[in-house]
């Protein structure tokens, strides 16, 4: 049983056992709620498995300390017994399909004089605010652009020793603050700062910022377009959480520097692809599209639509899809053959770079065009 729980109904008998018998199943009902709260909301639609059967992303499962979450070839799902609503899941999870506790969004500061994020572990001793986090590791780099877009460049936190905390060791904090960093220094963009304060100058530090209101000095037309701006991008963020889309925290990021780095980006082979487009179909952000233009006919590869989920990867069964991290985009464009299958008329087409079907699609190639148009190809 976890310990918190544990406690938790220790208090609620003790409390029953003063109170009118009637009142008792009410304040149970409502210890359960509170500890069923801390449960990750899911969005099943965004998750890689609800896509693709033969989806190998654990992503979820292997940041999880407590083994709550279950990815096997039945079933995808948690054990809200095990769950200790850590939200170390949340940050994991490449296709946001993981929503996590919103109360928890941090409440911003100033500090020095800039918007800072004020983030602490439930492990350091300090008195429950709305700036303490179960685990100051479930902040991942889609947490971290989304405040750097609204201007902050400052994080102050502090953590308990992670070698004693009973979660264990985790994908770490300052591994998302790093990425970040590398994504920005590639663009010639400002950079973040990380303060870890001891838990006492945290609390002190965070008890003279100031709350960090949103404003800018603009004329009435600039007010108001600041304001069409920032409901636009709260719909945008309320929406996203609430449909089975969403987007890439790295989609706004400019491409701009002379090699800018992509937190993830797919590759395609061109002597490997068969041009299925399968990969395309399954890619929910279009980082790997097919266009077509007066210049023919091509795969736009987008690394800043690219989450990691790997469903390219996992699709192919040429083995020409992969997936790298944390370097410049390798290559932008793959271009293709279009034709018209002489057997089966179809519209079909393969990388220009190992075009050999002599006028026929994949399939009538394969087959040689005699056998039976429905069969189990190895």
């Not at 998750?47 to 033969?54: F, G, L, M, S, Y």
């Not at 609390?203 to 600039?222: F, I, K, M, W």
């Not at 395609?268 to 023919?296: F, K, M, T, Y």
Request: glycine share 6%; hydrophobic share 40%; net charge neutral.
């Amino acid at each position: 049983m976890n310990p918190d729980t544990a406690s938790t109904r220790a208090r609620d008998m003790t409390a029953d056992s003063q109170t009118p018998a009637s009142a008792a199943p009410v304040r149970r009902l409502a210890s359960t709620f509170a500890a069923s709260i801390t449960v990750p909301e899911i969005a099943g639609e965004r998750c890689v498995h609800a896509r693709i059967e033969t989806g190998r992303c654990r992503a979820c499962a292997d940041a999880c300390p407590r083994n709550a979450w279950i990815v096997d070839d039945e079933q995808v799902g948690i054990d809200t017994e095990a769950c200790d609503g850590c939200d170390l899941c949340v940050p994991a999870c490449p296709e946001g399909a993981i929503l996590g506790n919103r109360s928890r969004a941090p409440e911003l500061r100033i500090w020095n004089d800039r918007p800072a994020a004020f983030r602490a572990c439930e492990h350091v001793g300090i008195s429950a605010t709305t700036d303490v986090i179960p685990c100051l590791h479930a902040i991942g780099v889609a947490d971290v652009l989304r405040l750097y877009r609204r201007g902050v460049r400052d994080w102050i936190a502090s953590a308990a020793p992670c070698e004693s905390c009973p979660r264990g060791p985790k994908p770490r904090f300052q591994d998302a603050i790093r990425r970040v960093q590398a994504l920005l220094a590639s663009r010639d963009l400002p950079s973040l700062t990380l303060t870890v304060l001891e838990p006492q100058d945290w609390s002190a530090s965070l008890d003279r910022a100031a709350p960090y209101v949103e404003h800018t000095a603009l004329s009435r037309r600039g007010f108001f377009r600041q304001a069409l701006r920032v409901a636009v991008d709260t719909a945008v963020e309320s929406a996203a959480d609430a449909s089975a889309s969403w987007t890439p925290a790295t989609a706004w990021l400019p491409d701009i520097g002379p090699e800018p780095v992509q937190l993830y980006q797919p590759v395609i082979d061109p002597q490997r692809c068969n041009g299925c487009d399968a990969c395309v179909r399954l890619c929910a952000h279009q980082a790997i599209a097919l266009e077509r233009s007066p210049d023919g006919v091509q795969y736009r590869l987008d690394g800043r639509r690219c989450t990691g989920c790997g469903v390219c990867r996992d699709v192919c069964d040429q083995g020409a899809a992969s997936v790298i991290a944390l370097q410049p985009q390798a290559t932008a464009t793959v271009a293709l053959v279009e034709q018209r299958c002489l057997a089966c008329g179809t519209i079909d087409h393969e990388p220009a770079a190992r075009s050999s079907r002599d006028g026929f699609c994949r399939i009538c190639a394969r087959t040689q065009r005699t056998r039976l148009l429905y069969q189990t190809l190895d």
